[in-house]
C-alpha cells in the first residue's frame, strides 16, 4: 500500500478536532463529545425561561399591585360608611369557602381608616368578611345599594391558571424527550435536534480492528484496500482520469464479517470514519429522517475525505411503493433524501458510502445502480480454507492442547460462518474453564461444536424407557438408511441425549463444500430424512409425531426440485416459484400464482411421488436390515450417543 497523502491526513485529523473537541461538564468536570450540530446537552430551552418569567411577572403584579385602586378598610369602618348610607354600589366577589370581597364606591369622596391604621381619602374601598349570605345581599339592595354578585379567585387558582400549562409542558420534556434522547445515543440532546445525524464518528486512534484480523473474504479484502487507497492517496487515480467510487455495498449472509470489515476500514483508513444503523434514520416524526441524511452528508463533505458507513441499510433502502396503496411514507422519503444526497457527491468531494446488508433482494433498484453504490461486494461464508484462517485468528490469544488441529476442526465445520466459528472457540473455552484446565483440549472443541450444531443437552429432561426405545429406534433408522444409501453424507454422530428442541439428533459431516447440488444427492437427503418415521413403522407399527420436522424437510426439498430446479421429467426444465408478486402489499407476503390449477395438481403429484419413492427406498434398505436396526438401537439405548467409529464398528460386525 502506498504512502498516505499526508495533507489530507492532517486536513481529516484538524477537522476531526475541531468539530468534536471535548467539552467540559460543569457539574463534574469531566469531558464528553457532543454531536456536531446538537446544541449544548442538558440546558433548558430558553424561550420558556423567559415565558413563565413573564408570566410571573403578571401574577406578582395582579396580586400585590392590582389592588391598590381599592384600598382594604376594616370592617368597622366598613359599617360606619353603610349606616351613614354614603355607599352607592358594591361588588361582591365569593370564594369556595364562603367568605367574600366586598369592594363598594361612595358617593363622594371621604376619609377612611385603612387595615394599617392609617386614613386615605378616596372613593372606593373593600373589605374581605368570613361569611357571605343571601340575606346579606337582600339587606344591601334594601338600603338603595347596587349589589353585583361575581365568583371570585385566589392567588393559587390564577396562579395554576397561569402556570398550570407551562408546568405540564415543562415535565412532558425532562421525562419524554430526555428519555428518548438518552435512549437514542446515550447523550441528552434537546427537544429540536430530532433532525440531527446519530452518527458515530471514529478516528484510527479509537479502533484497534485491522485487515489483518478478517479473514475467509479475501477478494473483499482488495476491494476494499484499494477504496482505503482512493481516499489516502488519490492522486495515483486521478492522475490517469480514475475518479473516486461514490458507494460500496457489502452483500453477504449474517455472521459472514460485513461489519467487521466496516471497522477494518475504519482502523486501515487514516480519515474520519462516521459509522450509523440504517434504523437510526427513521423516526416517529415526519420528515426527521429526511433531515438526519442531509445532516448526515453535510457533516461527511466538511470532514473530507472521509468514509461513512451505514450498517443494515435495508432498513430504509427498501424498494418504493411497498404500502398499501403506494403512499408516500416516511421511510421513503428517508430513500429519496438518501438517493438524492448520494448523485449529488461531486467528484471532488472525497466522500465513499460504504453500506452493509443481508437483503439485497429487497433493496431498490435505484439505490443499486452505478453511480450510487458503484461496487458490490459479495462476502459468503468461507471455505476450507477461510474457515481455517479465521480459527487461526480467533485462537492466536487462546491456549491449545497439543491435540488440536485447527486443518481437522475447519473441515468438520462445512457451512458455518464466521461468527459461528468465533462462538465455537468461545464456548470450547468456557467448557475448558468450567473443568479449571489450562488449555483447549480438542475434547472441548467437540463438545463446542456439538452445542452449536445441535443445541445444548437438556440433562433435566425425563424420558420413559419407552419413550427412550422409540427415539433410539427413530434416530437409528435415520443412521442405516444413510449408509446404505449412494450419494448421502457421512454420519457424523447419533445421540437420543435430548437437545434443542430434539428428543435425538442425527449430525452429518458432509465430505466437501458443496457448492451445487445433483439430483442423487437431493434423493438421498429424503430418503434419510424419512428413515426415522419407517423405522418406527417397521418396528412398532405405529407412527409419532417424532417425524414432524423430518416430513417438513423432505417435502420443502421435494417441492423446490419440482418448482425452481427443473427435476421433475413430467414437468420439464421450467420453474413454477413465485418470482412475481404484489408490489403494494410487499415482496415479502405477497404471491401470484403464474400457472393453471391443473399444473398445480401435476406438482402435487410429482411431489407426492418424489416423497412415496424416496419412503420406499427407506423401507427396502431398513427391512432387509432390519437386524443390524436392533443391534444399533440397543447399543444407543446403552451408550446415549455414538460416534462416527462406533457406528462403523457395529455395522462392520454385520
Same mark, same amino acid.
Given at each position: ?19 468534536? *473537541? ?109 361569611? /357571605? ?27 395554576? #391558571? ?31 435536534? /430530532?433532525? *440531527? ?76 470514519? /462516521? ?16 433531515? !438526519?441524511? !442531509? ?20 432498513? $430504509? ?64 461464508? +468461507? ?65 463446542? !461444536? ?39 453424507? +457421512?454420519?457424523?454422530? $447419533? ?23 445433483? !439430483? ?30 423430518? #416430513? ?17 421429467? *413430467? ?84
Amino acid at each position: 500500500m502506498p504512502e498516505p497523502n499526508k495533507k489530507n491526513a492532517a486536513k481529516g485529523k484538524d477537522n476531526f478536532r475541531n468539530v468534536f *473537541k471535548p467539552v467540559r461538564d460543569e457539574e463534574s468536570g469531566q469531558g464528553r463529545d457532543p454531536q456536531p450540530g446538537t446544541g449544548t446537552p442538558g440546558r433548558f430551552p430558553g424561550f420558556l425561561v423567559i415565558m413563565m418569567l413573564g408570566l410571573l411577572s403578571i401574577f406578582v403584579f395582579q396580586r400585590f399591585f392590582s389592588s391598590a385602586q381599592n384600598p382594604e378598610v376594616t370592617y368597622n369602618q366598613y359599617r360606619t360608611v353603610l349606616e351613614k348610607g354614603l355607599v352607592t354600589d358594591i361588588t361582591v366577589k365569593t370564594f369556595a369557602d364562603r367568605s367574600a370581597v366586598l369592594e363598594g364606591k361612595l358617593k363622594t369622596p371621604s376619609q377612611l381608616e385603612l387595615k394599617n391604621n392609617t386614613f386615605l381619602q378616596t372613593d372606593r374601598f373593600s373589605v374581605t368578611i368570613p361569611t /357571605f349570605t343571601i340575606e346579606q345581599a337582600d339587606l344591601l339592595a334594601g338600603k338603595g345599594i347596587q349589589v353585583t354578585v361575581e365568583e371570585g379567585s385566589s392567588g393559587f387558582d390564577t396562579f395554576l #391558571i397561569l402556570f398550570a400549562p407551562w408546568i405540564i409542558f415543562g415535565l412532558i420534556y425532562f421525562f419524554m424527550f430526555r428519555r428518548m434522547a438518552q435512549q437514542n445515543g446515550g447523550a441528552a440532546k434537546n427537544m429540536f435536534s /430530532f433532525g *440531527k445525524s446519530r452518527a458515530k464518528m471514529i478516528s484510527e486512534f479509537d479502533v484497534k480492528v485491522s485487515f489483518k484480523d478478517v479473514a475467509g473474504v479475501d477478494e473483499a479484502v482488495e476491494e476494499l484496500k484499494e477504496t482505503v487507497e482512493f481516499l489516502t492517496n488519490p492522486e495515483r487515480f486521478q492522475k490517469i482520469g480514475g475518479k473516486i467510487p461514490k458507494g460500496v455495498l457489502l452483500l453477504g449472509p449474517p455472521g459472514t464479517g460485513k461489519t467487521l470489515l466496516a471497522k477494518a476500514i475504519a482502523g486501515e483508513a487514516k480519515v474520519p470514519f /462516521f459509522s450509523i444503523s440504517g434504523a437510526d434514520f427513521v423516526e416517529m416524526f415526519v420528515g426527521v429522517g429526511a433531515a !438526519r441524511v !442531509r445532516d448526515l452528508f453535510e457533516q461527511a463533505k466538511k470532514n473530507s475525505p472521509c468514509i461513512v458507513f451505514i450498517d443494515e441499510i435495508d432498513a $430504509v433502502g427498501r424498494s418504493r411503493g411497498a404500502g398499501l396503496g403506494g403512499g408516500h411514507d416516511e421511510r421513503e422519503q428517508t430513500l429519496n433524501q438518501l438517493l438524492v444526497e448520494m448523485d449529488g457527491f461531486a467528484t471532488t468531494d472525497n466522500v465513499i458510502l460504504i453500506a452493509a446488508t443481508n437483503r439485497p433482494d429487497v433493496l431498490d433498484s435505484a439505490l443499486l445502480r452505478p453511480g450510487r453504490f458503484d461496487r458490490q461486494i459479495t462476502i459468503d461464508k +468461507p471455505d476450507i480454507r477461510g474457515r481455517e484462517a479465521i480459527l487461526a485468528i480467533h485462537t492466536r490469544k487462546t491456549p491449545l492442547a497439543d491435540d488440536v488441529n485447527i486443518s481437522v476442526l475447519a473441515k468438520s465445520t462445512p457451512g458455518f460462518s464466521g461468527a459461528d466459528l468465533a462462538n465455537i472457540v468461545n464456548e470450547a473455552a468456557l467448557i475448558a474453564s468450567r473443568s479449571d484446565k489450562e488449555s483447549i483440549d480438542a475434547a472441548d472443541f467437540e463438545q463446542a !461444536r456439538d452445542k452449536v450444531l445441535m443445541g445444548p443437552e437438556r440433562k433435566s429432561m425425563f424420558l420413559s424407557d419407552e419413550q427412550k426405545k422409540l427415539t433410539a429406534y427413530h434416530e437409528a433408522g435415520h443412521v442405516l438408511v444413510a449408509a446404505n444409501t449412494k450419494g448421502s453424507d +457421512p454420519i457424523h454422530k $447419533v445421540t437420543i441425549i435430548p437437545r434443542g428442541r430434539s428428543l435425538g439428533l442425527t449430525a452429518y459431516l458432509p465430505i466437501e463444500d458443496r457448492y451445487t447440488q445433483n !439430483r442423487q444427492y437431493l434423493l438421498a437427503i429424503i430418503t434419510y430424512a424419512l428413515g426415522g418415521r419407517v423405522a418406527e413403522e417397521l418396528v412398532f407399527n405405529e407412527i409419532t409425531t417424532g417425524a414432524a420436522n423430518d #416430513i417438513e424437510r423432505a417435502t420443502d426439498l421435494a417441492r423446490r426440485m419440482v418448482r425452481q430446479w427443473g427435476m421433475s421429467d *413430467k414437468l420439464g426444465p421450467i420453474n413454477y416459484g413465485d418470482s412475481h408478486k404484489e408490489v403494494f402489499l410487499g415482496k415479502d407476503y405477497s404471491h401470484i400464482r403464474e400457472y393453471s390449477e391443473e399444473t398445480a395438481m401435476q406438482i402435487d403429484n410429482e411431489v407426492r411421488k418424489i416423497i412415496i419413492e424416496c419412503m420406499d427406498n427407506a423401507r427396502t434398505i431398513l427391512s432387509e436390515k432390519k437386524e443390524l436396526l436392533h443391534k444399533l438401537a440397543v447399543s444407543l439405548i446403552e451408550k446415549e450417543t455414538l460416534n462416527a467409529s462406533e457406528i462403523e464398528a457395529i455395522i462392520g460386525t454385520a
